[in-house]
Nanobody, 122 residues
């Protein structure tokens, strides 16, 4: 079983930056991709970004392109999400996910973190 532990998040004013980190432990040999999703109150969980752990190829949801950057930590099975130019609509609980492929669907990921709150005030 894979465990994902997230860190980072918090509150920031619009235009500010935050950095999220996620480290995997346990049975990590099958992890080929890691990603970030977010869920705002009353909304479904949505894709934010993903990265293939081997190739480094990245994928982004359109609204975060140019503002968010996902990166991998080559020394360990971990992923970061640098979030710049944050907007109030970015406010949500952010979840780290791990799976076999870098995809945009919740169902493509097998392991999930506990979530970390990101709040952006106007």
């Amino acid at each position: 079983q894979v465990q994902l532990v997230e860190s980072g998040g918090g509150s920031v004013q619009a235009g500010g930056s935050l950095r999220l980190s996620c480290a995997a432990s346990g049975r990590t040999s099958n992890i080929r991709a890691m990603g970030w999703f977010r869920q705002a109150p009353g909304k479904e969980r949505e894709f934010v970004a993903a990265i293939h752990r081997i190739t480094g190829i990245t994928y982004y949801e359109d609204s975060v392109k140019g503002r968010f950057t996902i990166s991998r930590d080559s020394a360990k099975i971990a992923v970061n999400l640098q979030m710049n130019s944050l907007k109030p609509e970015d406010t949500a609980v952010y979840y780290c996910a791990a799976g076999l492929r870098a995809a945009e669907s919740v169902g493509d990921y097998d392991a999930w973190g506990q979530g970390t709150q990101v709040t952006v005030s106007s």
